[in-house]
Nanobody, 115 residues
Framework: QVQLVESGGGLVQPGGSLRLSCAASGISFSFYIMGWYRQAPGKKRELVAR???????NAADSVKGRFTISRDNAKNSVYLQMNSLKPEDTAVYYC?????????WGQGTQVTVSS
């Protein structure tokens, strides 16, 4: 059974930092493109950042220079370091794993940026 379990969300003040983690099981993790997406209330889910099996990354313009995605294949985990957080970063953050036609999602973790 495939599982993607996110952790690390919470409430943080503007300008603060959080580190999200996603632990995967039931997949050959190193083959997968791993991504972080987010969905704010009333908005569509959007890509935040993605990392390929070889470690190439890309990120949304809105988070470039503030968020960093990384992966540890030995731990079957992907991370999202979020710095200089803004209120507009408030959303549910989802972990995603894609390889060929296989596409899996985690249950999401809430990130709230507020003073």
């Amino acid at each position: 059974q495939v599982q993607l379990v996110e952790s690390g969300g919470g409430l943080v003040q503007p300008g603060g930092s959080l580190r999200l983690s996603c632990a995967a099981s039931g997949i050959s993790f190193s083959f997968y493109i791993m991504g972080w997406y987010r969905q704010a209330p009333g908005k569509k889910r959007e890509l935040v950042a993605r990392i390929s099996s070889s470690g190439d990354t890309n990120a949304a313009d809105s988070v470039k220079g503030r968020f960093t995605i990384s992966r540890d294949n030995a731990k079957n985990s992907v991370y999202l370091q979020m710095n200089s957080l803004k209120p507009e970063d408030t959303a549910v953050y989802y972990c995603n794993a894609v390889w060929r036609v296989q596409d899996y999602w985690g249950q999401g973790t809430q990130v709230t940026v507020s003073s």
